[in-house]
Nanobody
Framework: QVQLVESGGGLVQAGGSLRLSCAASGRTFNSRAVGWFRQAPGKEREFVAA????????YYADSVKGRFTISRDNAKNTGYLQMNNLKPEDTAVYYC????????????????????WGQGTQVTVSS
């Protein structure tokens, strides 16, 4: 069992930065893939970024490539999402998720690949 708690959301002006954290409990976090998804009002939850259990591979949605960076610190059981050059269209509730350890590359992008989800943290970007 893995429990996830996100933090670091808030209100920021366009062009600003935020760093989201995902603190995990449970001994299996280090062997799990971690993903970040977001959901804006009236929209489907969408993939943002993911990282392999080892940290050696990362995956990004086209809309955030070059602006967001996903990372993890397995010693701290924590995942991170560094968000730079934020835009109003990045406004959403951001969720972290943990899934099984070994995926094909295409699996990381699928919501159904993740077994555990946090409660979400609100990110609001003003123009």
């Amino acid at each position: 069992q893995v429990q996830l708690v996100e933090s670091g959301g808030g209100l920021v002006q366009a062009g600003g930065s935020l760093r989201l954290s995902c603190a995990a409990s449970g001994r299996t976090f280090n062997s799990r893939a971690v993903g970040w998804f977001r959901q804006a009002p009236g929209k489907e939850r969408e993939f943002v970024a993911a990282i392999k259990w080892s940290g050696t591979s990362t995956y990004y949605a086209d809309s955030v490539k070059g602006r967001f960076t996903i990372s993890r610190d397995n010693a701290k059981n924590t995942g991170y999402l560094q968000m730079n050059n934020l835009k109003p269209e990045d406004t959403a509730v951001y969720y972290c998720a943990a899934g099984a350890g070994n995926y094909k590359s295409t699996d990381y992008y699928r919501r159904s690949a993740y077994d555990y989800w946090g409660q979400g943290t609100q990110v609001t970007v003003s123009s």
